[in-house]
């Protein structure tokens, strides 16, 4: 072992020689990329995408942003396909086929087999002379000066050219069927984007016995007893017929202690805030956390047609349903 070794010249070579791969592709670009892009908006199937050892993880990467972006896409390995998995593949799909050689075996294995059903295919190929890419409906060119491993063995260049093609084709997609970040949210439901585009105060508020209520004939010291029972902060005040009449927060009650107040003897109306901020329940958490943080609010309460609370909710319950 060589203890000398820079690694950090190592790590910058790599990361030049990769670079330089890329930038290569801006030259590869031609009309059997439009091809490739106007089989994949046909397709009325799905798009199948198949490679070998670090081609096929790289496939199964695509294969992913394929169907996050808007495009149904799935993985299928080339030698699981020779044993059945090709039933997985019909002639209404379109085929995406990685090989850095163009000749890998297990890959052209399948190939008459996809060709006999019409399926359309899209190579993405090292070598524009290989037998996949002259079998290719069109030819995705990812050519490499060398691979970043110095012993020429290891697919690095290689691999990283075929991801960013790869990359390049999910998006032009995305933006040819006008797929926006909505769409993306509801393939995306449990991650920070979709809770943002598709969780409502409705989701995640407090409603029934669990909202915080008083009547307007309460006393100060019972609201705050309703204050610290349902813990959000604040209590709604309402009127006999249930209509809000004011909010009585944490901050009222500091400024409440600034004066000589009889907590006993004082009606919550006396000291409650009268234009507090309300919502709907079919707003987006997010619009609901924008107002709070414009407004410079702890809590919300959520009303109905009639100015009924139906529900409430402070920054916790923000922070807890990820909206945050």
Do not use: W
């Not at 009325?44 to 050892?53: L, Q």
């Amino acid at each position: 072992m060589n203890n000398e070794l820079d690694f950090l010249a190592s790590a910058k070579r790599t990361i030049e020689m990769e670079r330089d791969a890329v930038n290569d592709l801006l030259t590869y670009l031609d009309a059997d990329f439009e091809k490739a892009c106007k089989l994949a908006l046909e397709c009325e199937g799905r798009v199948i995408v198949t490679g070998m050892g670090k081609s096929g993880h790289i496939g199964n990467k695509i294969a992913a942003t394929l169907a996050s972006t808007g495009t149904p896409s799935f993985f299928v390995h080339p030698g699981e396909a020779s044993h059945g998995d090709l039933g997985m593949i019909t002639r209404s799909d379109v085929v995406i086929a990685l090989s850095n050689s163009g000749e890998t075996n297990e890959v052209l294995a399948i190939l008459p087999l996809i060709k006999r059903m019409k399926a359309p295919l899209i190579s993405i190929t090292g070598n524009p002379q290989s037998t996949l890419s002259r079998s290719a409906d069109a030819n995705l060119n990812v050519t490499i000066s060398e691979e970043a491993c110095p012993l020429g063995l290891a697919p690095t260049s290689s691999t990283t050219a075929t991801l960013v093609i790869g990359d390049a084709l999910a998006i032009a997609l995305l933006e040819a069927r006008g797929f926006s970040a909505e769409d993306f949210a509801f393939s995306h439901p449990g991650g920070s984007l979709g809770r943002r585009l598709l969780l409502k105060v409705s989701d995640i508020m407090h409603s029934g016995d669990d909202i915080p209520k008083v009547s307007d004939s309460t006393m100060l010291y019972e609201a705050l007893m309703e204050v610290t029972r349902k813990r959000l902060g604040m209590t709604t005040v309402i009127n006999p017929d249930g209509i809000l009449q004011g909010i009585f927060t944490d901050g009222d009650l500091r400024r409440t202690l600034d004066h000589d107040v009889d907590m006993k003897n004082t009606p919550i109306t006396e000291v409650m805030t009268t234009q507090c901020t309300t919502v709907t329940s079919d707003i987006l958490a997010a619009e609901a956390l924008q107002i709070m943080q414009d407004k410079k609010i702890n809590a919300l309460i959520v009303l109905d047609a009639e100015r009924h609370p139906v529900g409430a909710l402070n920054m916790h319950d923000m922070l807890k349903a990820g909206v945050i």
